[in-house]
T-cell receptor, first 111, second 114 residues
Framework: GDSVTQMEGPVTLSEEACLTI???????????LFWYVQYPGEGLQLLLK?????DKGSNKGFEATYRKETTSFHLEKGSVQVSDSAVYFC??????????FGTGTSLTVIP | GAGVSQSPRYKVAKRGQDVALRCDPI?????LFWYQQALGQGPEFLTY??????LDKSGLPSDRFFAERPEGSVSTLKIQRTQQEDSAVYLC??????WGDGQYFGPGTRLTVT
């Protein structure tokens, strides 16, 4: 069945460091891929998405490229800020009926 | 409306009690999803509605769980005879269209069964 495997945390970085959170997937067909973010005390928010191979999703300085050959959708940011501290979830949907989420990666950015 | 709202935000139930969790999706959103999120885990799919039709309920963990969306807007997730393992955050999400769209999540209802 469809599934998402993402890098386990927690991840702690200093401000302005580079971030990569790995995400790989298993899916039938051609899924859409998503990154969601959950800030402390808040609900999940869509961060970015990509709907087909080689698409790059981007938002708030974060990027992720849909790589079909490696079945990956790694989240990257060149320079993190304290305000990026949150839990990040990778997700996929093949059918639109069901979305499969990873277990989440907690990021803490220290000044 | 502004976003997806859920009520109550917190619910404590004694084992064996029935609970009802409410979700108000974004106005006009056709699709509505319920998820269960255990501590330290990602959301796990429970059920999906398109308008008032429940098209997928494969994620409901037992027949004690029941969801409805009678008029294609507000949805209620009901859990009968709650058990301790039902303790989790229950998330509702809605989206305008199906394919390729992300979802908009509510803040969740934290259910604690004692």
């Amino acid at each position: 069945g469809d599934s998402v495997t993402q890098m386990e945390g927690p991840v702690t970085l200093s401000e302005e460091a580079c971030l990569t959170i790995n995400c790989t997937y298993t899916a039938t067909g051609y899924p859409s891929l998503f990154w969601y973010v959950q800030y402390p005390g808040e609900g999940l928010q869509l961060l970015l998405k990509a709907t087909k191979a080689d698409d790059k999703g981007s938002n708030k300085g974060f990027e992720a490229t849909y790589r079909k050959e490696t079945t990956s959708f790694h989240l990257e940011k060149g320079s993190v800020q304290v305000s990026d501290s949150a839990v990040y979830f990778c997700a996929l949907s093949s059918t639109g009926n069901q979305f499969y989420f990873g277990t989440g990666t907690s990021l803490t950015v220290i000044p | 409306g502004a976003g997806v709202s859920q009520s109550p935000r917190y619910k404590v139930a004694k084992r064996g009690q029935d609970v009802a969790l409410r979700c108000d999706p974004i106005s006009g959103h056709v699709s509505l999803f319920w998820y269960q999120q255990a501590l330290g885990q990602g959301p796990e799919f429970l059920t999906y509605f398109q308008n008032e039709a429940q098209l997928d309920k494969s994620g409901l963990p037992s027949d004690r769980f029941f969801a409805e969306r009678p008029e294609g807007s507000v949805s209620t997730l009901k859990i009968q005879r709650t058990q301790q393992e039902d303790s989790a955050v229950y998330l509702c999400a809605s989206s305008l269209a199906l394919w390729g769209d992300g979802q908009y999540f509510g803040p969740g209802t934290r259910l604690t069964v004692t």
